[in-house]
């Protein structure tokens, strides 16, 4: 029995679009295994098939079985099973910055089917953020502003929409005009993504100011050329900063993170960092979807469930948080997603409380929406009968033979879960030989109470992020003499380092 994902329709004109890997074409196998000496963790048959279908399912064990969100009670969440994450460091905004930066590194268009491992990655595999540049102006010049290029010999801004200044840019059909349309899956990733444009256009009117002596030295046609250089190589390397000191700094169990800053990976590295591994991919960095919420509110005037499935894909505004669509209430309020120090009274008591929401724990149980993902861009098609974002994850591991976590956790020589830490899954025959993903969710649970990742999770994501930046030439880490952040801060007194709320408040939308 094979199991068939489709391609979406989507995924389809993202081939087509061709807006993928800056340098260069993808090649037939992107992608490897960590150890590839380790066996599955279960052969792919029908009886797997039908377990890892169960433990995936609506209702099922990683259902966190919450009640109807609605746009009158957008936050609402099963207490038990989807409880607050008391990181204070982790706000409810790291579950989309997380996607983004994934968005950043791989996009694997291959459906899914037993024994097909070999698919090519269409991003550039490091944080260069090709999801938003492209293929730069030269190639994808629909991306970038024509009035700079009315004024210079190549267009050096980000495309905005000045009479919908809110949203991305679209098309007449709501089709977002971005380098990678993942990136407009729900309000939340595509108001992101704006943010990102925005960031850089501001970056490239501060560098053109304080460089304009360095600027005149150059011949007037290659100034813009430089100009762009410069600004697409600052917003990089402040991203990427970010990327290690603000979001694996508080997603990392901090041993496994300060030993591997230091010490750089042990296994992720030399010829192995030119391919993404599968455990990275297909189940550590899938970390993310234990922590979406039910809903969000997105301002004061709009919340409502991140998807519901009952909702009409042919609406212009629904009451749900997909993306592609435009319509006034649909922007972010970022003092709810990171922590501004914004405060805001309680209607019900009158409590003063911080604005910004607390993220989900880390855990085992996927918020119920997610179990019934709706038709849209980035999602499912309507013939798709495998609507449920756990089963998906799921069925890659059969897919790609992935190991055990216990398997895994030997090998990178900690001590593996206990058999009574897992053993909701023996039914199921996984409680001796888990699912590397659900092992990951459950040690999070277990070893950090759900506030962050464990060791295993910690230090597959952590030998993939710094094998990476020590494998681009151009990453910060790789600055002769060390590099630090030289933008502006919001509060000048933390000049030196660069948080979300600096870029989103130079990028104008905070």
């Known amino acids: 029995m094979d199991l068939i994902e489709r391609p979406s329709a989507q995924d389809a004109y993202m081939l087509q679009d061709s807006l993928f890997r800056e340098t260069g074409a993808a090649e037939p196998d992107d992608f490897t295994t960590m150890f590839p000496e380790l066996e599955p963790f279960a052969p792919c048959t029908d009886a797997v098939i039908h377990n890892v279908r169960l433990l995936g399912a609506r209702d099922g064990l990683m259902d966190a079985k919450d009640p109807r969100i609605t746009v009158t009670d957008p936050i609402a969440a099963n207490p038990i099973r989807n409880p607050d994450n008391p990181n204070p460091d982790m706000t409810v905004g ?35 953020l090709d999801s938003v540049y492209g293929r730069g102006p030269d190639e994808d010049r629909h991306l970038y502003d024509r009035a700079s290029e009315l004024d210079h010999a190549a267009p050096i801004k980000f495309l905005i929409d000045f009479d919908a200044p809110r949203d991305l840019p679209r098309t007449s059909q709501q ?13 939340i990733i595509s108001q992101l993504h704006l943010a990102f444009l925005r960031f850089h256009n501001e970056v490239t009117d501060h560098l053109a100011e304080t460089r304009a002596d ?20 600052s917003v990089r390397r402040h991203y990427q900063w970010i990327v290690v ?7 990392l169990d901090p041993v496994v993170f300060a030993a591997v800053e230091s010490n750089g990976p042990k296994v992720y590295r030399d010829e192995m960092t030119e391919k993404i591994p599968r455990e990275f991919q297909v189940a550590a960095y899938r970390f993310g979807h234990s922590q979406v919420r039910p809903g969000y509110q997105l301002n004061a005037g709009f919340g409502a469930p991140i998807f519901d499935r009952r ?24 003092d709810n997603f ?11 008591t009158g409590e003063v409380v911080d604005k910004v929401k607390r993220n989900k724990r880390i855990d085992p149980y996927l918020s119920s929406p997610l179990f019934d993902l709706p038709v849209g861009p980035g999602l499912v098609e309507p013939d798709d009968d495998l609507k449920s974002l756990a089963g998906r994850n799921l069925e890659r591991h059969l897919q790609h033979g992935i190991a055990s976590g216990q398997a895994i956790a030997a090998r990178f020589h900690y001590t593996p879960l206990t058999a009574a830490e897992t053993a909701e899954l023996h039914p199921l025959g996984f409680r001796d030989s888990t699912p590397l993903w659900y092992y990951v969710l459950k040690e999070a649970l277990i070893q950090h109470h759900g506030q962050r990742l464990g060791q295993v999770g910690s230090r597959i994501v952590a030998e993939v992020f710094f094998g990476l930046l020590a494998a681009d030439p151009h990453s910060y880490r790789n600055v002769t003499g060390g590099w630090t952040p030289d ?6 007194r933390d000049a030196g ?13 905070a």
């Open 338 to 348: 990171f922590d501004f120090g914004t405060k805001e009274i309680k209607q019900d």
């Open 175 to 187: 089709r977002a005009i971005i380098a990678d349309p993942r990136n407009d899956e729900n309000v």
């Open 94 to 128: 790291f579950t989309f910055l997380g996607q983004f930066i994934d968005h950043d590194l791989t996009f694997d268009p291959m459906p899914i089917r037993c024994g097909q491992t070999k698919s090519p990655n269409l991003r550039s595999r490091f944080f260069d």
């Open 497 to 509: 380092s660069f948080t979300m709320t600096d870029l989103l408040t130079m990028a104008g939308v």
């Open 214 to 233: 360095d600027l005149a030295l150059l011949e007037p046609t290659e100034r813009p050329r430089k100009l762009f250089e410069w600004a697409q190589c």
């Open 311 to 334: 909702v009409d894909p042919r609406e212009g505004d629904p009451n749900d948080l997909r993306g592609g669509r435009r319509a006034p209430r649909r922007f972010v309020e970022w």
């Open 487 to 492: 933008l502006p801060t919001r509060d000048p």
């Open 245 to 251: 000191n603000q979001f694996l700094a508080a997603t």
